[in-house]
């Protein structure tokens, strides 16, 4: 029966490893008689063995189950590794040869890069990288009015490819090649395949939706180049001119019958140009002419902009370029965390939100204070790849990727949340000796300091622990027998100092910390930043941007320091 207890102990294990420290009885039934089949006939008395070791490995923590999968199963973690290694990359990309690969990126610098952005950019990046090819980042600002550009971030966002791991071959700004749409432009009209329609906006729409042709449509190309002169020398106000191209007034879709093109706007004030263009593209004419004179030989875009495709393609079939290859994927969102920039600013008006990079937002900025990796996020579009569908991620499987690529780099310390006194009679002055990383002992160690008749700090999260009667271990102390407890303190009797009792005995294990400094964690809860205060190791050698695992807490980076107080932000267990 002890064999068989650890096979079921094994896969138990496994079981809450997986499934944030909850094993699932049936599931390890079902494991320990697949892999096992000669168990089959005495399976009636396998179940309530299982059930009693599920039961024991539940009330473990979650480092707990590690540590134990380790001692008894360590060929788990290495399967898993190898596993990970597997995944396959990106596929190859269609028409495209070495060398002559040209991705681009076209962020509008209204608000900060996030995570639905970074789905294209990654990918354009990848792509380029894998064919050495060339990446372009391209600013999409020539909207002054709607989505109004800022000043700061156009550097952020370059700021955060780069931390990304981005190599930007070239940077263009489209509010800087206004001339170069006017030439277009008027190449169109003199070709009559573009006119300027001085149509009240609701009156266009009227004979569009009906598929007649607005009355400016068909006139002499000398009347529209008078006019299109009239819009650039300022004779027309703002909503009374709009250059359209010409398409199909038939076409099922009424978005795409003659779009418009260049439209007015009165005192743009555009952080860049000023006052000096009052005529501005919109997105589908500049950003056509841009993909062309720039190179672009493969799009990456979201499902939503298929209509955009369809209408750039009149200008290219026009003009007689080639469309570059262009590759659709669906959008990516993730649970509980808001990508919108419109929200986001409102929020950050509101003062709901500390700013852009507030750690509940999905911004760039927001993870990486958050201790999000770039690795990760890159892996994480990697592996969600060119689905054409609607992605929606959990932080769950974000944070699966993070973890394992801080868990080998991050320190670990003791932090005490919501401290309460504990009081240990009949225990010697006491140093335990703790490595920074117990794979990495080159790294060093911590030394925490028990003296008799001076308290140590528990966390009010393990209060139910602290029972009379029961018994706990002190990580990396000795184990100790609880007397009495309340909110005021604890007291507790020492035991003997041996790990290994505690382990055959399954008494629980708490951190703690003797003089700790004052120190304050703060938790994103969906749309709620909870603060947790505590404290943390008196000698923890922490800076500004660590990311340091705080024992039996989770994963956090270290956002200040100041003599009086340290501030971490949690990332995740």
Known sequence: MEEIKEIILKYALINAYTHKGKANPKAVIGKVLGENPELRKEAREIIPLVNKVVEEVNSL?????????????????????????????????????????????????????????AR?????????????????????????KVKRPEPVFYEWIKEDLEWLGFKIDEIHIASDRLEIYYD???????????????????????LRDKGMACPHREEPVEVQLERWRKMLNGE?????????????????????????????IDDPNHPRTGNKYRVWPLYNFASAIDDHELGVTHIFRGQEHAENETRQRYVYEYLGWEYPVTVHHGRLSIEGVILSKSKTRKGIEEGKYLGWD????????????????????????IEVGLKRSDTTI????????????VEPIANRYFFVADPVPMYVEGAEEFIAEIPLHPDYPERGTRRLKFEPGKPVYVSKDDMELFKPGNFVR???????????????????????????????????????????????????????????????ESDADVKVDDIVQFERFG?????????????AIFAHK
């Open 61 to 117: 923590s979650l480092d707990e189950q590690e540590t134990r999968l380790k001692e008894i199963y360590p060929e788990f973690f290495e399967e898993k590794r190898e596993k990970k290694e597997e995944k396959k990359g990106l596929p190859p990309l269609p028409k495209a040869e070495k060398g002559k690969v040209v991705t681009r990126f076209a962020p509008n610098p209204d608000g900060a890069f996030h995570l639905g952005n």
């Open 120 to 144: 294209a950019a990654i990918l354009s990046h990848e792509y380029a990288r894998m064919y050495d090819g060339k990446f372009i980042l391209r600013f999409d600002d020539t909207d002054p």
């Open 184 to 206: 277009y432009a008027e190449k169109l009209i003199k070709m009559g395949k573009a006119y300027v329609c001085t149509c009240p906006p609701e009156k266009f729409r009227e």
């Open 236 to 264: 027309y106000k703002e909503g009374e001119a709009v250059v359209r191209i010409k398409t199909d007034l038939n076409h099922p879709n009424p978005a795409v019958r003659d779009w418009p093109a260049l439209r007015i």
């Open 358 to 381: 507030d750690p509940r937002l999905g911004t760039i900025r927001a993870l990486r204070r958050r201790g999000i990796r770039p690795e990760a996020i890159r892996e994480l579009i």
């Open 394 to 405: 959990s932080w769950d499987n974000l944070a699966a990727i993070n973890r394992k690529i």
């Open 474 to 536: 002190l990580k990396d102390l000795f184990n100790v027998e609880i007397l009495e407890a309340d909110k005021n303190g604890i007291k507790a009797r020492f035991h003997s100092v041996d790990y290994e009792i505690a382990r055959e005995n399954r008494w629980r294990m708490v951190h703690w910390v003797t003089e700790g400094k004052p120190c304050e964690v703060w938790v994103p809860e969906g749309e709620e930043l909870v603060i947790r205060e505590g404290l943390l």
């Open 555 to 567: 994963f956090v980076r270290i956002d200040d320091v100041k003599p009086e107080k340290v501030v």
